[in-house]
């Protein structure tokens, strides 16, 4: 054969040995590298050569955060109630040369631990306190798990319980308990209401009968004001009048007195005045020895008359 034939097959194998050689790591991706068997170097994201026949990639390690839902888990709880726990584990490989090299078959591995230490932690604890202790049993597995996978260089960011399934025995007397205790609460709101609703009454009857008598007070002290005002007219009007009266009296005594009566008008007013006095009830009248004369020629007078 021609000699240039093998130059150009030896070339093209070359060729091909170097293009399938080139290895480009992705993002977020890491490639574990062993040089005759042993560990070489870890390659990040980039273009890469091997060494043909000498370097090998063992393994390509996801550095992405990760989750893994386990299935369910038979667990025993303190009080000895046997229920199903699954549990969902997010995680990230942090150091691809221990995850390589630090334990075989890592998921599994973290699995394994991941049930055993659900068991423990549960085992710890009674049924009630599982039920409304997720949080607690969720930062005690995350410290747990990540402590223990440190060596396999994987970081544990967060373990969460997805579902807690009590035997049915056990549901059927949750279900009625619950129950119950919705019960109480409504006999104890209707209980609040009804108390409530007596003290607003209650207070509603005291706040009309303080309304009441207010009312009656305030209505109590206007008659007594009315009339404390009307007995101040009328004494007011009783002044006005015997002031009237004085006042005609002294415009009369006035008026005599301007005219010089004689004593004849004189004792006649007095006879007046004393017939006044006398009103017609009077049994006896003493009248004045100087004016019994004038009553003498009064009585003549007064008989003549009835005479004629």
């Known amino acids: ?3 240039l034939f093998y130059i150009i097959a030896l070339a093209v194998i070359a060729f091909i040995i170097v293009i399938s050689n080139i290895i480009v790591v992705q993002q977020s991706k890491a490639y574990v590298v062993e040089r ?11 273009l890469h050569f091997k060494v043909p026949f000498i370097d090998r990639v ?9 989750v893994h839902d386990y299935p369910p888990q038979p667990v025993i709880t303190k009080d ?3 229920m199903q726990i699954d549990t969902v584990v997010y995680f990230q490989i942090t150091d691809p040369k221990l ?6 078959q890592p998921m599994t591995a973290m699995e394994t631990l991941t049930a055993t ?23 005690k597995m995350r410290a747990i798990l990540d402590e223990a996978t440190d060596p396999w260089g994987i970081k544990v960011n967060r373990v969460e319980l997805k579902n807690i399934l009590p035997p049915a025995d056990i549901q059927s007397s949750m279900e009625k308990q619950m129950k119950a205790e919705r019960d109480r609460r409504q006999a104890i709101l209707v209980a609040e209401g009804q108390r409530e609703s007596a003290i607003l009454v209650a207070q509603g009857e005291k706040e009309s009968a303080i309304l009441r008598a207010s009312a009656e007070k305030e209505s109590a002290i206007l008659r007594a004001e009315a009339e404390r005002q009307a007995a101040i007219l009328r004494a007011e009007g009783e002044a006005e009048a ?15 007195n301007e005219s ?14 004393m017939q006044k006095v006398a009103d017609g009830q009077a049994t006896k009248i003493i009248i004045p020895s100087e004016m019994q004369g004038l009553v003498g020629l009064a009585s003549g007078l007064v008989e003549s008359a009835k005479e004629s």
């Open 1 to 3: 054969m021609d000699p």
């Open 36 to 46: 005759l068997g042993a560990f070489q170097s870890v390659w990040g994201v980039g």
């Open 58 to 66: 063992v393994r390509r390690v996801n550095l992405k955060e990760q």
């Open 80 to 82: 000895n109630v046997t």
């Open 99 to 104: 995850y390589c090299y630090g334990v075989e």
């Open 117 to 139: 230490t659900l068991r423990n932690i549960i085992g710890d604890l009674e049924l009630d306190q599982t039920l409304t202790s997720r949080d607690v049993v969720n930062t």
């Open 242 to 256: 015997i002031r009237a009266v004085q006042k005609a009296l002294a415009d009369s005594v006035s008026l005599l």
């Open 260 to 273: 010089a009566p004689n004593d004849q008008v004189i004792k006649l007013k007095a006879i007046e005045a």
